[in-house]
């Protein structure tokens, strides 16, 4: 006789139990890349206010050399160099026009920084490195106030990776001190903002500091700079995996930008099919590989990451639906939002065709980041006022293909009302502002002195100062020069308050009007259901049975 099958209730629920635990991994994985709150791990911390009541020039003269005395709040900064450095390159209608010598000298650098404290040229130096240095910058390479580029070196000329104030290891370092920002604190506003929003792969780590150039024992007062990180890989840069010659697969980093010989150029789908259209022909917006470098680069490595760059591209710019549906495989959208989120609330609208840099680690989508020169944003581009009241970055290169997706639209909105009542919010911006600029009190006064001549200057006749254009508002032409601080510090405040006050509105246009949804809301719900009735019907026949 055979035996009878045993229906055994618990092994059942049990195993519907499993069964729909599994349904709703499905589920998460459809719901991927799509958190709120995302944990910072950048290295930013709180600035102490400058209580000093003295004079803050008292110990700089009228040639602004240093006297003996000099103290500030900051960590100083001592650079000298072996000879002048040359101003090795220029544009011509977009163009990068090289003079053909070598850009670097020879040097040294010297920090000062006690930790706690005035800081002055006889506090013990925390950190002293032989270095190359060069200017750095595009059209800011014409300044009065030059920004520079620094290697640190050993004396047999190889690097020196060194931990500079915190900022973790490092050989390569950027002085940014751009003539374009009188506030001083665009750049270190939105690179600490960055950083607790998405920690050291968003933004660079930057200190203020104050610069002086040494030559033959005297000290010359040059102003406040950001001592910043460059964009570059490592373990406190942006965490990729170190490139092997001997691997098929790489991982890479890559900037759009002008045309330019400092990097490989790499020919992808997005420039040569005329999906991406460059503003200056043939010399804009190219995709240039910053890592890995062009001394260890191999013919195949780069063969291989133009072909997986183009991969993404083809499938972000297709008309094929069925295809450009796809582009959440290729791209990380999380690090995309809160990249647009970035530069759109702060106005970089510089950001997504310059100075736009991506990375890829082997097996991973490709993400953006970390974000880049904040010198024109917050209503400070020379050309035009800033309209505050509409959006800008959903026409960039990528943005304007995923913007058009309800299902990335959806995404944005949610996560700026969500960073808005954080990261974002009103009140935690002013708190940075007011704490930045308490922080900077005497510095700010040295630097203006020391650049009065530009800063004070409201006219064009001046090829080395930045000038803001007058512009046209009801019959009227009205002026943008500031020649007050507190006024420029008020032009970055009333740009934040209007322009976030309408960005949840505008995304929720922008959402309303997107042409595809790619969204799986559908399918998502269809398995909620089927995993339920899964677990109701049994348990409802069981107890029937019973």
Not at 428 to 444: C, G, W
Request: glycine content about 6%; overall charge negative; charged content about 25%.
């Amino acid at each position: 006789m055979r035996e009878k099958f045993q229906f055994n209730e618990k092994k059942v629920l049990i195993a519907l139990f499993f069964l729909v635990i599994v349904v709703m991994g499905v589920l998460s994985a459809f719901s991927s890349g799509e958190t709120l709150t995302e944990k910072s791990d950048g290295t930013y911390t709180k600035l102490a206010p400058d209580t000093s009541t003295e004079d803050p020039i008292r110990y700089i003269d009228s040639e602004y050399k240093v006297k003996e005395g000099f103290h500030t709040n900051l960590p100083i900064v001592v650079l000298s160099v072996d000879k002048e450095m040359p101003a090795y390159k220029k544009y011509r209608e977009g163009q990068e026009v090289l003079s053909g010598e070598d850009p670097y000298v020879t040097g040294n650098i010297k920090v000062i920084d006690g930790g706690v404290g005035e800081n002055t040229l006889t506090t013990p130096v925390s950190y002293n490195s032989k270095i190359r240095i060069k200017m750095k910058g595009h059209s800011s390479i014409g300044y009065d106030k030059k920004q520079y580029k620094i290697k640190t070196v050993l004396a047999d000329g190889k690097e020196n990776d060194s931990d500079i104030l915190g900022m973790g290891m490092g050989s390569e370092w950027v002085l940014n001190g751009s003539m374009a920002d009188k506030s001083m604190i665009r750049n270190y506003l939105a690179y600490r903002i960055a950083s607790e929003i998405g920690g050291n792969n968003m933004a660079p780590d930057s200190r203020f500091c104050e610069v002086l150039m040494e030559k033959n024992g005297k000290y010359t007062y040059q102003g406040v700079y950001l001592l910043m990180e460059t964009i570059s890989r490592g373990d406190d840069r942006v965490k990729i995996d170190k490139y092997n010659p001997k691997n098929v697969y790489s991982s890479y980093l890559v900037r759009r930008d002008r045309k330019t010989s400092m990097d490989p150029m790499l020919e992808t789908y997005g420039r040569l099919s005329g999906k991406v259209i460059s503003e200056v022909k043939p010399y804009d917006n190219w995709i240039g590989l910053k890592y890995p470098s062009q001394s260890k680069l191999t013919d195949v490595t780069k063969q291989y990451i133009e072909k997986d760059f183009s991969k993404m591209e083809k499938v972000v710019y297709s008309d094929d639906y069925s295809i450009f549906r796809t582009y959440d495989q290729y791209i990380d959208t999380q690090s995309f939002a809160d990249y647009f989120l970035i530069n759109e609330f702060f106005g970089n609208y510089d950001a997504g065709k310059h100075s736009t840099y991506m990375y890829k680690n082997s097996g991973e989508k490709l993400k953006i980041g970390p974000v880049w020169d904040y010198d024109q944003a917050m209503n400070n581009n020379p050309l035009v006022e800033m309209d505050l009241g509409d959006l800008a970055f959903q026409t960039r290169d990528i943005y304007a293909q995923i913007c058009n997706d309800k299902k990335f639209m959806k995404h944005l909105k949610n996560r700026f009302a969500y960073l808005r009542q954080n990261q974002l919010s009103e009140e935690h911006l002013f708190d940075v502002i007011d704490e930045t600029t308490a922080y900077l009190k005497s510095a700010q006064t040295r630097e203006w002195y020391r650049w009065a001549d530009d800063y004070l200057d409201p006219t064009e006749d001046n090829p080395g100062n930045y000038h803001l254009a007058p512009y046209e508002k009801d019959g009227v032409t009205l002026s943008r020069f500031t020649d007050d601080y507190v006024d420029e510090i008020y032009v970055i405040k009333n740009f934040l308050q209007k322009h976030g006050e309408v960005m949840q509105v505008d995304l929720g246009k922008l959402l309303a009007g997107a042409e595809y949804d790619t969204s799986v809301g559908g399918i998502r719900e269809l398995l909620l259901i089927a995993a339920l009735l899964l677990l109701i019907i049994p348990s409802y026949l069981i107890q029937r049975k019973g």
